[in-house]
């Protein structure tokens, strides 16, 4: 009984050993930086179409190295033509890597999609992506924006470009005790359509991020980094850490998960975008997860 005994609590100090170490090592791995980081160029919409070059030279200056552009009066271009906005951001050492566009004036409009297709390619992004579908009443209504999807993506596809899908808040909350979210990656074909992760919205829908991106990750390539805090019941956003985000442990896990693209993005501003936007630089170059 005594040898017994002991064999067991060798085995249980053994394992406990295994278990300490695996944690001291987890604990001990080098921070890493995120370098280079991007920003959604919606973050500074207000100030954008009054001037396009000098707003994007100011924030190449303030560190950021890749832009994503969305879908504004005057095309996700700012009224440049591929070749001369790609010269231009060479110039600056910016890639612009992505854009929202128009995905629901456009999805069901052939000439119009294989325009901005065109675009995207001749401008030397890698992704258009569907920002907005809003809540579906069912799933019947998610199923077809699965196929539809399917469709957009194999014809972006075919173009050399990459198709994918911005989530909100909505798509992570449930229908009928599923998430719409998980359906969307679970019947959308990976060849043909990926995925771009809003860190604020999934936290705002109180959907764990690391066990979704255990799960789902390698779906993933971009996503966005937003700080918010809840107000009233309301997400406020403010500048990056004065927030309630733990970044550290949430963009370690967008990291380990394979993200490829971290895209700061700030819809509203304690004093103005343009100062927010320096002020998340700043921490952006700071940070290490």
Not at 154 to 179: C, M, R, T, W
Not at 210 to 232: N, Q, T
Not at 238 to 267: P, W
Request: charged share 25%; hydrophobic share 35%; with cysteine.
């Amino acid at each position: 009984m005594q040898r017994r005994s002991f064999l067991k609590q060798s085995g249980l100090l053994a394992a406990g050993a295994v278990a300490f170490s695996q944690a001291e090592l987890f604990a001990n791995a080098p921070a890493k930086a995120i370098n280079p980081f991007g920003v959604q160029l919606y973050s500074v919409r207000d100030v954008l179409p009054s001037d396009p070059k000098g707003i994007m030279t100011q924030l190449a200056q303030m560190g950021y190295k890749q832009f994503e552009s969305f879908g504004g009066a005057k095309g996700f271009l700012w009224g440049m033509e591929p070749k001369e906005i790609k010269s231009f951001l060479d110039g600056l050492g910016v890639k612009m890597i992505s854009t929202h566009f128009n995905y629901r004036g456009q999805a069901d409009k052939p000439d119009e999609l294989k325009k901005s297709i065109e675009m995207a390619h001749d401008a030397g992004l890698t992704y258009l992506l569907c920002p907005y579908i809003g809540p579906q009443k069912s799933f019947d209504d998610w199923k077809k924006i699965a196929d539809e999807f399917n469709t957009v993506g194999e014809q972006v596809n075919k173009a050399g470009l990459k198709f994918g899908y911005h989530n909100h808040d909505y798509s992570f909350k449930p229908i009928d005790g599923k998430l719409p979210q998980e359906y969307l990656l679970e019947n959308t074909d990976p060849k043909n359509v990926m995925f771009e992760l809003d860190l604020c919205w999934i936290d705002v829908a109180g959907v764990d991020t690391a066990a979704h991106l255990k799960k789902y990750g390698k779906r993933y390539e971009l996503c966005h980094i937003k700080d918010y805090k809840k107000e009233g019941g309301k997400p406020v956003q403010n500048d990056l850490g004065k927030g309630s985000v733990d970044f550290k442990k949430t963009l370690r896990v967008a990291m380990d998960s394979g993200i490829k693209y971290f895209i700061v993005e700030q819809e509203e501003y304690p004093e103005s975008p343009m100062v927010s936007m320096k002020n998340d630089a700043e921490y952006m170059k700071k940070l290490t997860v």
